[in-house]
């Protein structure tokens, strides 16, 4: 299967935009490894959207409630 072609990645500021917090904070987050899916292309950070989703998902105050 061609998986990879789904793995769509996402600049830090447009994380930052989504998360509501400064660029600033986002590159601090990836280098800590607190920012699930990041990773460097070419020297720039770049983080899956999938695992963005899934962060954000769960930062939620009942995104770890299972139904």
Same mark, same amino acid.
């Given at each position: 299967?061609?998986?990879?072609?789904?793995?769509?990645?996402?600049?830090?500021?447009?994380?930052?935009?989504?998360? /509501?917090?400064?660029?600033?904070?986002? !590159?601090?987050? &990836?280098? +800590?490894?607190?920012?699930?899916?990041?990773?460097?292309? /070419?020297?720039?950070?770049?983080?899956? !959207?999938?695992? &963005?989703? +899934?962060?954000?998902?769960?930062?939620?105050?009942?995104?770890?409630?299972?139904?």
């Amino acid at each position: 299967s061609m998986e990879r072609d789904e793995e769509v990645l996402l600049k830090p500021e447009e994380v930052a935009s989504l998360l /509501r917090v400064s660029i600033f904070t986002i !590159k601090r987050m &990836l280098r +800590a490894g607190t920012l699930p899916g990041g990773k460097k292309v /070419r020297g720039q950070w770049r983080i899956l !959207k999938s695992a &963005l989703t +899934a962060y954000m998902h769960n930062e939620e105050p009942n995104g770890k409630s299972q139904e």
